[in-house]
């Protein structure tokens, strides 16, 4: 654990559901002192309170005075009324994924971030796996070559709730395969064009799937699917890379950690070894995602995902939704939806 004294980041936390008790549990082990909850919910915000010994806020604003950062874990649909909240107060803010419900929303959250002198950090957590980090240093490394194919998969049981709401949770597009599209992003770079196939408009959340195509800039391909399908427990995920000289493989149904091949000399044995234990808890991807935005907090130094990068994955999680309910491709960089649009 790491220690505490003055002069240390005070952070509150707004919501009170599985993601705030996530975070919660981690900043207990940062160098920040963990001050509070506020949920609009004051039952599940004092519950969560007397689990890691902090206050249960009355209000946001209490929060807001409290702290110097804001951890966002609402429902997405929230997003933005707390994160405008928090730069009016002057206050740094770390938000989880997606960034807003909307385009317009997040766009106004950005720019008010930036207005305001305060910085924003968008929880796009996948970044922080190893087996992910690793697949995207190999690429950068140019030990794959140029960019090819890009799959990515990800899938788990229906999570209930508020979840069932498109309107406000953006289905499994929004809330699950948006990891994948912005790791596909992280990777390769600008999506020219998406298209998309899925039962997301069929309105039974409980099985919702969704195929996408990605068609990059600069001509290489992606495939990402996600799904709300599988039975309670089980989630599984698994991440292709491969380029003009080779492949970077990794399964959570796997025994072995990654896989890799080159048609160079070389190989990808020491990304075996580096990852025989993906599940250390040095290697947990919500602490080095929070250790991550803190750190660069305290020395004012660039986010690994900045807003706009978490502006542009959702502007593609948007336009893959609209490709699923339009039947068509869309032509990503002139995609500009209206709220309505979204939400219905």
């Known amino acids: ?66 702290c110097d950062i804001i951890d966002v874990c609402t429902p997405t649909d929230q997003h ?12 740094d803010v770390i938000c989880e994924k997606p960034l807003a ?35 995207k240093a190999t690429l950068d490394a140019g030990e794959l070559g140029s960019p090819g194919v890009i799959r990515l998969n990800r899938g788990g049981s229906f999570p209930g709730r508020w979840y069932g709401d498109y309107a406000r949770s953006g289905g ?6 948006i990891h994948d599209l912005d790791m596909a992003r992280w990777c390769f770079g600008e999506v020219d064009t998406v298209m998309a196939r899925g039962l997301t408009f069929e309105n039974i959340p409980e099985r919702d799937y969704v195929s996408i195509t990605l068609t990059f800039a600069n001509g ?6 996600g ?10 995920t698994s991440l292709e890379v491969a380029g003009s000289q080779g492949i970077f493989e990794w399964s959570s149904l796997s025994p072995d950690p990654v896989q890799g091949s080159l048609d160079s000399s070389s190989d990808l044995t020491s990304v075996v070894n580096d990852l025989a234990n993906p599940l250390a808890a040095e290697d947990d991807p919500y602490f080095k995602e929070l250790e991550h935005a803190l750190t660069c907090l305290e020395n004012d130094t660039p986010f690994l995902v900045e807003p706009q990068d978490a502006l542009a994955t959702l502007k593609l999680a948007l336009a893959t939704n609209a490709s699923l309910k339009q039947g068509k491709p869309i032509h990503v960089p002139s995609f500009t939806p209206t709220k309505n649009e979204v939400l219905t």
Request: proline share 1%.
């Open 1 to 66: 654990m790491y220690g505490t004294g003055r002069g240390m980041k005070r952070v509150g936390i707004v919501g009170a559901g599985m993601m705030a008790s996530w975070h919660a549990a981690r900043w207990q082990r940062l160098a920040a002192k963990f001050m509070g909850v506020f949920d609009h919910d004051a039952h599940k915000a004092q519950l969560l309170a007397h689990t890691h010994d902090v206050h249960a806020f009355a209000s946001l604003q209490q929060c807001l005075d409290t």
């Open 220 to 225: 290489a391909l992606g495939h990402v699917s």
């Open 80 to 91: 933005a009324d707390v994160v405008l909240a928090a730069a009016a107060a002057g206050k």
């Open 227 to 236: 799904s709300w399908a599988y039975p309670a427990g089980k989630f599984v």
């Open 101 to 135: 419900r909307t385009l317009q929303d997040a766009e106004a959250m950005v720019n008010t971030c930036n207005d305001a002198d305060v910085r924003l950090f968008v929880a796009q957590v996948v970044r922080f796996f190893p087996q992910y980090a690793r697949a």
């Open 172 to 177: 499994v597009v929004l809330d699950l395969a």
